[in-house]
């Protein structure tokens, strides 16, 4: 049975219609790498007690602010889009059709008692946190996009073909504190990430 299955396979095209409506946030990417320092969750207590102390001395208003990581590249991986294995003996073909929604470009993220607006619009920081850190424009888009692709392709015997959405970006994280009347009101971590470039990589690999 499996061997007629694989003959009708060798002589069909297989296609996919693969649809994502929403883009993911950052956070649930299948992976991350900086060229430098850490993101905002490998954190760890001792990092936070060490960075607190450039935020403690108290402030008659407003926000306190200390940078860790200034624009660190980043790259990353949102998702495998397939992943596709010939392990007989002839070639087979292959097409694939694929729409996604990209929701937006900037993600935030924040621990401790720092607060996030999230919505359709542009996210946010609560409190107004965005003019302290003196973000770059880059920071301030957030984009709708549409992109489809039509592929075909041949996976020869005894390789791998996988499709992943593959980019660079950049991160700022570090702490904060806000303060109101001498008195903290706020305190915690806060990161932004913003996407600089996205595109689809097709890889084949020996099995």
Same mark, same amino acid.
């Given at each position: 049975?499996?061997?007629?299955?694989?003959?009708i396979l060798c002589l069909c095209s297989v296609y996919v219609w693969h649809i994502n409506l929403?883009?993911?946030?950052?956070?649930?990417?299948? !992976?991350?790498? +900086? /060229?430098?320092?850490?993101?905002?969750?490998?954190?760890?207590? &001792? *990092?936070?007690?060490?960075?607190? =102390?450039?935020?403690?001395?108290?402030?008659?208003?407003?926000?306190?602010?200390?940078?860790?990581?200034?624009?660190?590249?980043?790259?990353?991986?949102?998702?495998?889009?397939?992943?596709?294995?010939?392990?007989?003996?002839?070639?087979?073909?292959?097409?694939?059709?694929?729409?996604?929604?990209?929701?937006? !470009?900037?993600? +935030? /993220?924040?621990?401790?008692?720092?607060?996030?607006?999230?919505? &359709? *619009?542009?996210?946010?920081?609560? =409190?107004n946190l965005e003019s302290a850190l003196k973000l770059s424009a880059d920071y301030t888009i957030?984009?709708?996009?549409?992109?489809?692709?039509?592929?075909?392709?041949?996976?020869?015997p005894g390789t791998q073909v996988d499709l992943y959405v593959y980019g660079e970006g950049k991160?700022?994280?570090?702490?904060?504190?806000?303060?109101?009347?001498?008195?903290?009101?706020?305190?915690?971590?806060?990161?932004?990430?913003?996407?600089?470039?996205?595109?689809?990589?097709?890889?084949?690999?020996?099995?």
């Open positions: 049975m499996k061997r007629i299955v694989f003959l929403e883009g993911s946030s950052y956070q649930g990417y299948e !992976k991350i790498s +900086l /060229s430098s320092g850490k993101l905002l969750s490998d954190y760890t207590a &001792k *990092d936070y007690q060490t960075y607190y =102390n450039k935020v403690n001395p108290l402030k008659f208003n407003g926000w306190r602010v200390y940078v860790v990581n200034d624009d660190v590249k980043a790259t990353f991986i949102t998702e495998t889009l397939f992943s596709y294995y010939n392990d007989g003996y002839t070639p087979i073909e292959y097409e694939y059709k694929l729409e996604r929604k990209k929701t937006s !470009k900037l993600g +935030l /993220s924040a621990t401790g008692n720092i607060g996030l607006k999230l919505g &359709k *619009d542009v996210p946010k920081f609560k =409190n957030s984009q709708d996009e549409k992109e489809s692709y039509h592929l075909k392709f041949k996976v020869d991160v700022t994280n570090g702490v904060a504190a806000r303060y109101s009347l001498f008195i903290r009101v706020e305190k915690g971590g806060f990161e932004v990430f913003v996407v600089t470039t996205e595109y689809q990589r097709l890889e084949k690999k020996k099995i």
